[in-house]
């Protein structure tokens, strides 16, 4: 059975209580439930882990060698910033799909870029709680060998950056 890790970064936590008009209402505890039951549909068991604090993050990336087989990945503000994520995921040798609810190209500046999505196979942003089940589909194509783009994984939303 494929096994994947559901992660988010700072502040996600606050779900459903920060800025509903960007984030929307649901709170973490339902997206994840949803995600979670999503997955099961499809045959693949989630974990859920969330952190404010970069080590953890990084700590529970090195711990998911020989554990899972994709990680979807909201980073939240550490997305703009934090290039130990970035080397974190990008040491580890389980694909990770960087997911954001808004669309991060089109808000403040210092939101638009990502460090951390060129260690990605793919990044989904601007699609609401939705992102979360496509970058589940995305890595569930990947574990299947179904990657049409040769390894690559598809980049979603306007503006998606190129992943490894």
């Known amino acids: 059975m494929t096994r994947l890790l559901l992660m988010n970064g700072p502040n996600l936590d606050m779900l459903g209580v920060r800025d509903p008009a960007i984030y929307g209402s649901d709170t973490l505890e339902a997206i994840e439930q949803m995600v979670v039951g999503y997955a099961a549909e499809r045959g693949a068991d989630v974990d859920c882990f969330q952190s404010n604090h ?8 090195h711990q998911t060698h020989g554990r899972y087989d994709g990680i979807v990945y909201n980073p939240g503000a550490h997305t703009h910033y934090s290039y130990a994520l970035h080397d974190a995921v990008e040491c580890i040798d389980v694909p ?6 808004s669309d991060i190209s089109k808000r403040e500046e210092f939101r638009r870029h990502s460090v951390i999505a060129p260690a990605c196979i793919a990044q989904v942003k601007g699609k609401g709680k939705a992102g979360y089940l ?11 060998g179904a990657d049409a783009t040769g390894g ?6 306007e503006g998606a950056q190129d992943g490894r």
């Open 54 to 61: 970069e080590g953890a993050l990084i700590d529970r990336l």
């Open 96 to 101: 990770v799909v960087e997911v954001h609810i």
């Open 152 to 157: 690559e994984g598809p980049m979603s939303g």
């Open 134 to 144: 496509e970058a589940v589909d995305i890595l569930l194509g990947h574990a299947a």
